[in-house]
């Protein structure tokens, strides 16, 4: 009877060590998983797409009440566009690729991209 109980203590510990260390990686990753990154990542590739195929004299609307969440804001930068979504500010940005001149102007409801 004493060695099956060292036998399930072992067991047991072991269990416990595995669920410490599941947990140890879930709250690691839990920053890098986050939902609202990626609907920001999402609307930044978005815009840029629909920057590099816009033909000069085109524009384009963004809601600020869009199906990612409240986006708060829309910037270009050393060729990027950087979108603000719910409050949190992008820092990654993406990329596009326009040989015309891109200028962003804030409306009460929306954003609108004028490419000339």
């Known amino acids: 009877?004493?060695?099956?109980?060292?036998?399930?203590n072992q067991v047991l510990i072991q269990i416990i060590l595995i669920g410490i260390i599941f947990a140890l990686f879930l709250f690691a990753t839990a920053d890098k998983i986050n939902g609202k990154g990626v609907k920001q990542q999402v609307l930044e590739k978005e815009i840029a797409l629909l920057i590099d195929v816009a033909e000069p004299g085109m524009d384009f609307e963004v809601s600020k009440l869009?199906?990612?969440?409240?986006?708060?804001?829309?910037?270009?930068?050393?060729?990027?566009?950087?979108?603000?979504?719910?409050?949190?500010?992008?820092?990654?940005?993406?990329?596009?690729?326009?040989p015309y001149d891109v200028k962003i102007f804030e409306e009460a409801d929306k954003f609108i991209v004028r490419v000339r």
């Not at 009877?1 to 399930?8: H, S, T, V």
């Not at 990612?68 to 940005?93: C, H, P, Q, W, Y």
């Open 66 to 98: 869009n199906v990612n969440g409240l986006v708060t804001s829309i910037r270009l930068s050393e060729e990027k566009v950087f979108v603000g979504l719910d409050g949190v500010a992008s820092f990654m940005g993406y990329p596009y690729f326009t």
């Open 1 to 8: 009877m004493n060695k099956k109980a060292g036998i399930l």
